[in-house]
């Protein structure tokens, strides 16, 4: 059977399924294999959603890299073990960052088309912070959109910047990604969202604990179905309300996927992220006289002439010094467990061979 969008499968409707999706699928013998969508991936298997609603799933160790929230995937059933994950479809998006307890990367997210990168006025104003989430989305191909929280409290005494003072500190920063400024609590600005919410689109909501994705959540969905959580007094930190990430369904056909607080972004080598983002800077690089320029003292340098005359903001410059030490310094990080992770199983391989015959004469 050839799934086209005249065929839409039931529940997968609700869950990012359109006819860009049902093309990737191709021929497939639905009696015997069929098309799912991982919702959340747990320890003990997965949940996915199927045509007729949500079940659970096992995970084979056969698989070449595990499923992450939002793949999409081709499972079967099984008469002793249930459904079982057969083939992970290559992801259009993947969402990824340094992983601190290994040596490889750690996907977020897979298959969005848009990441809500939430931030709270009631919080310290980390625009770094802003800064390294929205190119680690670029660099997956997806497009950035940082979602200012809880607006009710500007001009009280809970929120620690103006909105106005954010926005514009974020613009020097980020001049090319979207500011939208919402409460979830009043409504107020909701309306801006829906540009990225259209049917069929997969959506991703990544912020520090606390920042409100949860309330946004519940507004965006019109009920109370996650859990939210007071954020302390003096730091302004959440609980981690959410504990998995795991998709939810909007009613106009959107689908959010939801993911726990993010403490740490620590940055892989991301190209592309980091010339989407500066793209103006790369291109006074290549008006520098000497093609190796280092932008200090050399003469002839076209990013001392833009610092100089105000056309290059000596804040945006600064900060792109500061990310490029840190991909740096994670490389660095990156390579040395790497290293660390192959001298020990050169050292395994070595204890587990069998000791050499003596020579027999």
């Known amino acids: 059977m050839h799934l086209t969008s005249s065929t839409l499968p039931g529940a997968l409707a609700a869950y990012g399924w359109n006819p860009r999706i049902a093309e990737r699928f191709g021929d497939l013998d639905h009696l015997q294999r069929q098309p799912v969508r991982i919702a959340r991936v747990d320890r003990d298997g997965c949940l996915v959603v199927t045509a007729t609603g949500i079940v659970r799933c096992r995970i084979p160790g056969s698989l070449p890299e595990p499923p992450v929230t939002g793949d999409w995937a081709v499972a079967r059933a099984d008469p002793l073990a249930g459904m079982v994950l057969e083939h992970v ?37 980390r625009v770094g912070r802003l800064e390294r989430l929205s190119i680690l989305t670029w660099d997956a191909g997806a497009s950035p959109v940082i979602v200012l929280t809880k607006t009710d409290l500007a001009g009280t005494g809970e929120a620690v910047i103006g909105l106005d003072d954010a926005v514009a500190e974020i613009r020097r920063v980020l001049p090319a990604v979207e500011v939208c400024a919402v409460s979830a609590v009043t409504g107020a600005g909701i309306e801006l969202l829906d540009a990225y919410l259209t049917a069929g689109a997969t959506v991703g909501l990544v912020g520090e604990s606390g920042a409100g ?123 040395e467990r790497a290293r660390r992770t192959a001298s020990r199983e050169r050292r395994r391989r070595r204890v587990a061979l069998p000791p050499a015959p003596d020579d027999e004469w």
């Open 89 to 125: 479809l290559a992801r259009t998006t993947a969402v990824r960052r340094v992983n601190a307890l290994a040596s490889g990367d750690q996907v977020l997210v897979a298959n969005i088309d848009t990441m809500f990168v939430l931030h709270g006025l009631d919080r310290p104003h």
């Open 213 to 335: 994705k949860s309330t946004l959540i519940n507004r965006l969905a019109g009920d109370e179905l996650q859990a939210t959580g007071e954020t302390r007094r003096g730091d302004h930190k959440g609980r981690h309300t959410t504990t998995a990430r795991e998709l939810v369904p909007l009613p106009g056909g959107a689908v959010l996927v939801d993911t726990p607080g993010v403490r740490t972004v620590a940055m892989p080598e991301v190209g592309r992220g980091v010339s989407r983002a500066h793209d103006d800077l790369e291109s006074l690089f290549s008006e520098c006289r000497f093609r190796d320029c280092r932008h200090r003292t050399e003469p002839g340098c076209a990013v001392r002439a833009a610092l100089d005359d105000g056309r290059l903001d000596a804040y945006r410059w600064a900060s792109y010094q500061k990310l490029l030490k840190e991909m740096a310094h994670e490389a660095r990080r990156t390579r």
